[in-house]
């Protein structure tokens, strides 16, 4: 039973080890729900966790293994949030090489469409009206002067959420995504520090949003545990901005 006293959802979270994955692990932990983590590493504490997967995304087999592992394990999948991804090396697009260019596509986009594929068919054949939450960012909705390939990555994230979101809706599968604009992860750190200038980049941004202020991880996991939540399966397609007013005017 969860915290609520509803049922408990057999979650899986990818990324289970990144800001945004670990926040998401105690927060369905916190929930009720049965959490499997994976990712590259384990996460510092593991404490409750179901089990815990080593899993690079951008394995098709081994994703398609993890997903299996959770069906031998549990019997079933309810919850898929695949929160696995990086933000790439080189921001000038101008001298961003074509390798880095895929390999950013592989991690974000080629993964996402790997783990919501195996997702989608272990629910399908388990007759599970489940769920699966992609991340994507406000980064996909504009053009931008850095990060392309990281920005485009996200861009083609979207896209899997709506086919995916028409293609399952007759079985009661919602698919949604999540798109924080600038978070107080690692993630955007490096963002920071890449621009040679960290505290100064990270106030003018801020400076930028209608808040303020940048989201902290718990905040972006309310809005999955939103979308995930079994009374909001009629939810799908949905892309909610968790970006403390972007696109409202300028610095968006």
């Known amino acids: 039973m969860t915290a609520d006293g509803g049922t408990s959802q057999v979650v899986l979270i990818t990324g289970a080890s990144g800001g945004i994955g670990r926040e998401a692990v105690r ?99 388990g007759g599970i009206k489940g769920s699966i939450l992609l991340i994507s960012s406000v980064a996909a909705k504009e053009g931008r002067r850095d990060y392309l390939p990281y920005n485009a990555s996200k861009v083609a994230v979207l896209h899997m959420v709506w086919s995916f979101a028409m293609i399952l809706g007759t079985s009661g599968i919602s698919v949604n995504a999540v798109a924080p604009g600038p978070v107080d992860t690692a993630m955007w750190a490096q963002k920071a520090d890449d621009s040679g200038a960290a505290a100064a980049a990270r106030a003018a941004r801020a400076a930028e949003l209608p808040m303020r202020r940048f989201a902290q991880p718990r905040e972006v996991v309310q809005a999955i545990l939103f979308l995930t939540d079994p009374a909001n399966r009629y939810l799908t397609g949905v892309s909610l901005d968790v970006a403390g007013g972007a696109h409202l005017g300028m610095g968006s």
Do not use: K, W, Y
């Not at 993964?111 to 629910?123: D, G, I, L, V």
């Open 27 to 125: 927060a369905f932990m916190d929930r009720g729900d049965v959490v499997v983590g994976a990712d590259r590493a384990a996460p510092d504490d593991a404490e409750g966790l179901a089990s815990f997967i080593q899993l690079d995304v951008t394995d098709e087999r081994a994703c398609a293994d993890a997903v299996a592992r959770v069906i031998a394990d549990h019997g079933r999948l309810d919850v898929l949030v695949h929160a696995a991804g990086v933000l790439g090396t080189t921001p000038d697009p101008l001298r961003t090489s074509t390798a880095e260019f895929d390999e950013i596509m592989r991690i974000n986009g080629s993964s996402s469409f790997t783990m919501a594929r195996e997702a989608a068919n272990a629910m399908l054949a």
